[in-house]
């Protein structure tokens, strides 16, 4: 049985986050974005679910893909991250806003790893919505890449 990442990610941040966290497990994982595949989970026995967050929601694959895998992603051992620049409190409220309560209560790790913001590839219209997010509450555009380890470890020792 072997390791899977699944993620979905806009400009490469989750990606990235899922390459930190292949690097930090004992069981090298396949990883698949599911922008462009849907995996079969039956060789699995460890699946990690990533997934960035825009005005509060996870990226839609992995939310469509949650729903149509519900059953089968039960029966597994699982990690749920989600990236996004939120603060601590906000990014635990999105964790639980985007992830089904069964999947939390059985994954053996949950966590925000942070984002970031590549205002390169933005839109006009992204650019003037995280200006006027920051004026109001404060993002953190930043990979805690501590939390990534930390999530790894649990994923390796459990
Ligand atoms: C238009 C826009 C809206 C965003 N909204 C949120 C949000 O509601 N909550 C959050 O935590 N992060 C938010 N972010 C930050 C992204 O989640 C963060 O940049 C993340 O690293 C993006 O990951 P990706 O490149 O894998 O898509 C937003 C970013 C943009 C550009």
């Not at 698949?32 to 005005?55: C, M």
């Not at 949650?66 to 039960?74: P, Q, T, W």
């Not at 949950?110 to 919505?129: C, P, Q, T, W, Y």
């Amino acid at each position: 049985m072997s390791t899977l990442i699944i993620y979905a990610s806009k400009y490469g941040a989750t990606r990235t986050c899922s390459e930190l966290l292949a690097e930090q497990l004992d069981e090298h994982p396949d990883i698949i974005d599911l922008n462009h595949e849907q995996p079969n989970l039956d060789k699995y026995n460890t699946v990690i679910i990533g997934g960035s967050i825009y005005a509060g929601k996870i990226r839609k694959p992995v939310a469509a893909y949650i729903a149509a895998n519900l059953a089968e992603l039960k029966k597994k051992r699982l990690g749920l991250f989600i990236c996004g620049a939120a603060e601590r409190l906000e990014a635990i409220k999105e964790i639980e806003g985007n992830y089904p309560e069964d999947l939390r209560n059985i994954a053996i790790a949950v966590e925000s790893f942070g984002g970031l913001f590549d205002f390169e590839k933005m839109n006009f219209f992204e650019r003037a919505i995280i200006k006027k997010i920051n004026e109001k509450e404060g993002f953190t555009p930043e990979l805690q890449t501590e939390r990534i380890v930390l999530f790894a470890q649990r994923i390796n020792e459990v």
